[in-house]
């Protein structure tokens, strides 16, 4: 199908695989500042991103999720590419590993023996309560 005014050409890739790659109506994502939204023909903009879900909004309406664990955005007029640090297609995320994750990462930051430990827990465990968002949010759409 060819790009038309109305979508945009969106890939999600990590260092590990191409995750997704297509069109798209709409995306939404977590940017170092916050949400972004990105509609077809956005200004060019370079920025960090925060872990959590790429939502990407396909020309029939429907949603494909994917979470990312932080990287780099670059968005073109005609294209949006998300070099993620790690992508996973939510709807492939283990919640009981990421419910894991999040406890260690809490034990950690309560018997910290230094700053780097601390900041290294932190980061863990904004990874993990993202990744359970992310799977949240699925469970909402699907209904269940």
């Known amino acids: 199908m060819a790009i038309t005014a109305a979508t945009i050409q969106v890939d999600v890739v990590s260092a590990e695989a191409s995750i997704y790659s297509g069109e798209a109506k709409f995306v939404a994502l977590p940017g170092e500042a916050g949400e972004l939204g990105i509609l077809p023909r956005h200004t ?16 029939d309406g429907s949603e494909e999720l994917v979470f990312v664990a932080g990287g780099i955005l670059e968005v073109q007029p005609g294209a ?19 419910q894991e994750a999040k406890q260690r990462a809490e034990a950690l930051m309560e018997n910290r023996q230094g700053d780097f430990e601390y900041a290294t827990a932190s980061a863990e465990l904004a990874e993990a309560m993202a990744q359970l ?3 949240q949010r699925l469970r909402r759409r699907a209904g269940g």
């Open 44 to 59: 060019p903009l370079i920025t960090r991103i925060r872990p959590g879900a790429v939502r990407i909004e396909l020309p």
């Open 80 to 98: 949006v590419t998300v070099l993620a640090d790690t992508a996973v297609r939510a709807h492939d995320l283990d919640e009981a590993a990421a």
């Open 133 to 135: 968002q992310t799977i």
